[in-house]
Every structure is written in C-alpha cells, then in structure tokens.
C-alpha cells in the first residue's frame, strides 16, 4: 500500500543533542509537511516542501531545519532540542497545490527529551 | 487567515447513541473541509472531504458530515456509536488555491459502555 513511513516511532535524546526525524512516501507527492503537536493539540505546520521549494512558516524556531534530497525523503533536524520541544513529529504529503487534495500522515515520531 | 471552530473539546456518548462533532469554518468563501480522526499515538486519517460536490458527504467508519453554507458549517455525525469511535477528531480546511490546512482544536470523543 502506498503511505507515508516515519522513522523512528519513538525517539529519546538529550537536552541540546541533535536530533534527525525520517519520512519517506511511497504516494509520489510532491508537498511535504513536518508538524509539531503537543499533548491534547492541534497539530502545528513548521514548514512544508513544495517539491524542492522549502517554506517556513514564520513562527518556526530556528532550531528546527528540513532537508529534501529526493521526492520520496524528507528530514526533520533539530540543532539543540529543548525540554519544549518534545512533542508527536507528524510528517503528511499531499498532490500538488490543489486545495481539494487531502493530506495523507504518517504515525508520527514521538520525541522525549532527558 | 481561514480559522476553524470546533465547539466542545471533549465529547462523551453512550454506545449505541448518536455522535455529533461540531466544526464551524469562518471563510466567507466555502472552503474545502476535510474531518480526521487520531487514535492514540498514531497520525491523522482522513474520515472524509467535503470538495463541492454534494454537500452531505459519507466516509469511513459510518461517519457523514453535512456542508451548510448558511451556517458555515461542517459538523460529524455517526448514527450509532462504537466503542472503537473513542478518539481525537480534527476538523480542517483548505483555502482555495492554497495548500496550506488550518486545523481545529480537535473533539476528543469518549464512548461509555
């Protein structure tokens, strides 16, 4: 089945140790979304791929970098992770810029920091 | 900006009973809206998308939503619920022309036995 892959499921670092997320698609979409949700939250949009067009939303810490090299992989960096940033990592894809199009998730990285 | 309401953050039904989950939509210009669902340490699953066509909308799970324009509003409905309905639900939308989401707050929906 074509889906969205996030690697690890659950991943613990130390405080300000950096830290690298995975999503691979197997849907040849060619938007790619990383969102950060907390406890009881919506999820939040930290930046997005419109193939290799990067866009950040603008309240996105600096802490927090993507990387696409390809259109099936997408990385979630995190330089010096903070306790605030432990959170679910939600990584979703969606066709092109048609607004009807839904977004597909992945389950998710769940993200502890010591 | 889009934003989007969804009335009730937590919802408790008995099994068997009727669901409701509210989501209002604030654009003047229907949006499209779309409903997830989220279990437990799992990601979001789309339920179904309402794009303008017909305006009540059947998904997954049993689950329908209605569009009504006079009320800007997109609300969840499952005719009888199940114990295996307990989760977090998010209403979304989709400005036209843009592929940004904006997510509601979310439902979190318990089913008592």
């Known amino acids: 089945d074509a889906m969205v892959i996030q690697n690890p499921r659950y991943q613990v670092t130390q405080f300000g140790k950096p830290v690298t997320l995975s999503c691979s698609q197997t849907?040849?979409?060619?938007?790619m979304y990383w969102y950060q949700q907390k406890s009881s939250q919506a999820p939040k949009l930290l930046f997005h791929?419109?193939?290799?067009?990067?866009?950040n939303e603008a309240d996105t810490p600096d802490n927090f970098q993507s990387r696409r090299p390809n259109t099936s992989f997408c990385f979630l960096d995190i330089r010096s992770p903070g306790l605030g940033d432990a959170a679910m990592y939600l990584c979703?894809?969606?066709?092109?810029?048609?607004?009807?199009?839904?977004?597909?998730f992945g389950d998710g990285t769940r993200l502890s920091i010591l | 900006a889009q934003s989007v309401t969804q009335l009730g953050s937590h919802v408790s039904v008995s099994e068997g009973a009727l669901v409701l989950l509210r989501c209002n939509y604030s654009?003047?210009?229907?949006?499209?809206l779309f409903w997830y669902v989220q279990y437990p340490n799992q990601g979001l699953q789309l339920l179904l998308k309402?794009?303008?066509?017909?305006?009540l909308v059947k998904g997954i799970n049993g689950f329908e939503a209605e569009f009504k324009k006079s009320e800007t509003s997109f609300h969840l409905t499952k005719p009888s619920a199940h114990m295996s309905d307990a989760a977090e639900y998010f209403c979304?939308?989709?400005?036209?022309?843009?592929?940004?989401?904006?997510f509601g707050t979310g439902t979190s929906l318990t089913v008592i036995p």
């Open positions: 979703a894809t969606s066709r092109g810029s048609v607004s009807n199009q839904p977004q597909h």
């Open positions: 849907l040849n979409h060619n938007v």
């Open positions: 791929y419109y193939d290799k067009d990067f866009n």
């Open positions: 654009s003047s210009v229907p949006p499209y």
């Open positions: 309402y794009t303008s066509a017909a305006t």
């Open positions: 979304a939308v989709s400005d036209r022309g843009g592929n940004q989401f904006y």
